[in-house]
């Protein structure tokens, strides 16, 4: 069917808006009429050479829309169905088989390679030439995308579908640190280092959890004072000299048990770890390019302190966002805080305006 969707053609170029040919969904596939899809700055490195996804492609991999139809062999779905499609997992590697989907050993192809897991492509132009798609198998910077079922997540219909789709990507990845690997207890101190859309949702969270204080890290103002609205009972601003460990120090008193680091910046993940009591968890979430390194105090982290790596907030999504969806329509994750909509034909300004931060989530909203 003609689609009309987002294509990157050059690195670090626009995207530009082109009618293109979706393939009619497999048997295990869903097709999904896209309403509203997420943009992560994964999308944007995904188009810069970061995963070397090849080019021309759609990316997109926050989508949230409604089944238009489903391959014979799929009982779970039908046409009508609300959706949130989530990230991709092999399910027969040795994390898949001990329910770690989000640390699946093939993800990455999976997630970047443009292909099915076959190889096959979905997209082609008007002239019959491929578009890499299948991005984390969705690209949903388009009005239509195939989905696997074992991928896609069946959400209430009461829900306003434009608000889900970040529950598939920084929703469920900053959510699902705090609430599935961290765990806290009411009234865990509760540092977050970066407050974009991940570090928001990983504080939402720590205050369902009963996390007290929730002390919240960032450069941006504005972003510090709808982290205090969103459930911060400290802030800190670290774009000037604040000595940022004296002050989590200063109010926690032995220092945090949990810190969650969303900046991507080594010397920010390091003050992240200082941060923490003994037998505290720093948990990495921001994704820095391959080499960047850290120094860490071995004397220190030796008092029984915890640093590890989180992908997708260890979610097992076909609970986990059902979750997270309750919790949006129960009041307690306002994720319309944090969101700027724009339409589909706007996603340059979208991103530019996501790269220098004037917008913490933008949602694009797909023709017709
Ligand atoms: N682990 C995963 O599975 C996963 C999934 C999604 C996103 N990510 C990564 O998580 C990170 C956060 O994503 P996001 O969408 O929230 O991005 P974002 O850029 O909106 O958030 C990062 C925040 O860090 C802040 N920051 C920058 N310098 C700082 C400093 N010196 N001190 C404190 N804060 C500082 C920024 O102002 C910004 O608010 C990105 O690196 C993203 O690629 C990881
Ligand atoms: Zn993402
Ligand atoms: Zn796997």
């Given amino acids: 069917m003609q689609i009309t969707a987002a294509v990157a053609r050059e690195r670090f170029g626009a ?34 050479g970061y995963y070397d996804t090849p080019l ?6 926050e989508g949230a829309g409604v089944v238009a139809a489903v391959g014979k062999d799929v009982t779970d779905f039908a046409p009508g169905d609300h959706v949130v499609m989530s ?8 994390n898949c088989r001990r329910q ?4 699946c050993q093939n993800s990455f192809p999976l997630k970047m390679r443009g292909t ?4 096959s492509t979905l997209v082609r132009q008007c002239d019959g030439a491929p578009v890499y798609s299948a991005f984390f198998q969705q690209s949903s910077f388009a009005t239509h995308a195939i ?21 598939a990507c920084s929703g469920q990845t900053g959510a699902g640190a705090v609430l599935n690997t961290m765990q806290p207890q009411p009234g865990d101190a509760f540092a977050v280092f970066g407050v974009g859309a991940v570090g928001l949702s990983g504080l939402m969270a720590a205050r369902i959890a009963g996390c007290d204080p929730i002390i919240a890290v960032d450069i941006h103002a504005p972003r510090l004072a709808l982290a205090r609205e969103l459930g911060a009972t400290h802030t800190i601003d670290h774009s000037g000299r604040a000595d940022v460990v004296a002050e989590i120090r200063r109010i926690t008193g032995a220092g ?3 810190s969650l680091e969303t900046s991507a910046q080594p010397a920010v993940f390091r003050e992240a770890v200082e941060a923490l009591m003994p037998a505290g968890t720093c948990v990495l979430l921001g994704s820095a390019r391959n080499g960047t390194e850290v120094a860490l105090d071995m004397p220190f982290l030796q008092f029984g302190r915890v640093v590890r790596g989180v992908i997708q907030g260890e979610s097992h999504p076909q609970e986990f966002i059902p979750r997270l969806v309750d919790y949006l329509m129960q009041g307690q994750m306002p994720v319309d805080r944090m969101i700027t909509f724009y339409p589909l034909a706007d996603i340059n ?6 790269t220098k931060g004037a917008t913490i989530k933008p949602v694009l909203r797909m023709p017709g």
């Fill in 256 to 258: 945090a048990r949990f």
């Fill in 147 to 167: 989905a696997n079922a074992r991928f896609a997540v069946k959400v209430r219909n009461d829900a306003p579908l434009d608000l889900l789709g970040p529950f």
């Fill in 100 to 103: 770690m989907e989000s640390h």
């Fill in 56 to 61: 021309p492609a759609v990316f997109g991999h």
């Fill in 116 to 119: 099915r897991a076959d190889g």
């Fill in 87 to 94: 990230y991709p997992w092999c399910g027969t590697c040795a």
């Fill in 15 to 48: 995207f530009t808006i082109e009618t293109l040919d979706l393939a009619d969904p497999r048997p295990d596939e869903l097709l999904v009429r896209i309403v509203a899809s997420g943009m992560c700055q994964t999308d944007q490195h995904g188009r810069d």
């Fill in 349 to 354: 300004r979208a991103a530019q305006d996501s």
